[in-house]
């Protein structure tokens, strides 16, 4: 009996470890695949179809000359992360930049007269139109000087088809924060364009592959180095003016540094200031339950009564930070997912993630109050500065 016991156990672990060599075979090809794909195709079809537009005078920017005419991008390559975002990155001058796609948009600005020819507006309209579109959407007020600049640098009036691209990068959230958030430095700088196709820096990811081997020999120190930098990130984008900025995607996997080692976030799509995001969240669609009212991690409020979303957002950043990237959670456990965090600090994070009853901004039940935020940075700090001590000890 003993005997057939560890024939069956030698069978069983002979064929997990068969199992894990495939998985793992699979996992290598797809991720080959998945490169030779982007470098062969996308990239490649993305740079020919970009200079035929350019040649046609349908797309226009420094970005077109650079690569279409200069050739001074070097060493093309696909990204680690984030290929639906990057079509590529490239060298130049010995800096590396992300050439990014700006999203496709329904609404149009085009339209047909009576010969059934497409008309463009004026470019004293268009400037209009985008300012009302800046104001509306980033509660950002720039004066005419500021718009005609933005609008005009690479325009040609012969040309009127060329707004059309520009306007799909006005409305694309990635490259307007990075524009209009330039001097604060918490996304990646925008440095040219080429039509809907734009150039920003390229940041150097904290942790490129997020995955649950990776943790297991994470270091303790450099877990807790992670937290505090994306903490004060957080604070930053809590002190923005004209209001704060709230990140309802949050990702260990995005935050990276520039050349100098300054932490940024790499993908913007899912920002918006507070007070877009408030009405954003209470747009009276019909719900059952708050979850129905949420946009992907901001929680929403559903009206009992009416069955509607009425409420603002119900939690905040340091919320979410605490739950997506402190806690974590299935196959991808966060930074303080270890069994060397302390009990006092996994309190302080149960807390922060649930401050309903233990100090909440007003009308925010799972936004936690300054309180529970400093104490949990001050806990951090004060355990990163005595880790040498331990280690020595």
């Not at 279409?68 to 696909?78: A, V």
């Not at 930098?229 to 004209?242: A, Q, S, V």
């Not at 109050?369 to 280690?391: A, C, D, M, S």
């Amino acid at each position: 009996m003993l005997t057939g016991f560890k024939r069956k156990f030698r069978v069983i672990i002979q064929r997990v470890v068969l199992l894990g060599s495939i998985c793992g075979l699979l996992i290598y090809l797809y991720s080959y695949v998945d490169l030779e794909f982007c470098y062969k195709i996308m990239s490649q079809n993305s740079l020919t179809f970009m200079c035929k537009k350019y040649k046609n005078n349908e797309y226009s920017g420094t970005l077109c000359e650079e690569l279409c005419l200069q050739r001074d991008f070097k060493n093309f390559k696909c990204p680690h992360n984030e290929m639906k975002t990057i079509i590529f990155t490239a060298h130049k001058n010995g800096d590396n930049y992300a050439v990014k796609l700006a999203k496709d948009i329904d609404d149009d600005l085009r339209w047909k007269n009576s010969k059934n020819e497409l008309v463009f507006p004026k470019i004293e309209d268009f400037h209009r139109i985008v300012k009302l579109h800046i104001t509306l959407t980033y509660n950002v007020s720039l004066d005419d000087s500021m718009i005609g600049a933005l609008v005009n640098q690479e325009i040609d009036k012969k040309y009127p088809e060329q707004m059309w691209s520009f306007w799909r990068l006005y409305k694309d959230n990635n490259y307007m924060l990075g524009k209009l958030y330039d001097e604060e430095s918490v996304f990646p700088t925008v440095l040219s364009s080429c039509g809907p196709y734009y150039a920003t820096e390229h940041l150097q990811i904290l942790m490129a592959d997020q995955s649950f081997m990776q943790y297991i020999f994470f270091d303790w120190q450099r877990r807790l180095t992670f937290a505090l930098d994306i903490m004060e990130y957080i604070f930053r984008l809590e002190d923005m003016k004209p209001e704060p900025l709230k990140m309802c995607e949050m990702n260990i996997n995005l935050f990276g540094l520039t050349a100098d080692k300054r932490l940024k976030y790499q993908n913007a799509e899912f920002v918006m200031v507070e007070s877009q995001l408030d009405k954003k969240l209470a747009n009276g669609k019909q719900c059952k339950q708050n979850s129905d009212c949420n946009w992907h991690y901001c929680m929403g409020k559903c009206d009992e009564e009416l069955s509607v979303c009425t409420g603002v957002q119900q939690n905040s950043n340091f919320q979410i930070y605490c739950e997506q990237i402190l806690k974590g959670g299935g196959l991808f456990p966060g930074l303080l997912a270890t069994s060397k965090t302390p009990k006092s600090l996994m309190a302080l994070l149960h807390n922060c993630i649930d401050p309903s009853k233990k100090g909440h901004f007003y009308a925010r039940p799972y936004a936690p109050g300054t309180e529970i935020v400093l104490r949990l940075y001050n806990e951090l700090k004060r355990l990163y500065k005595e880790f040498p001590k331990q280690k020595g000890n």
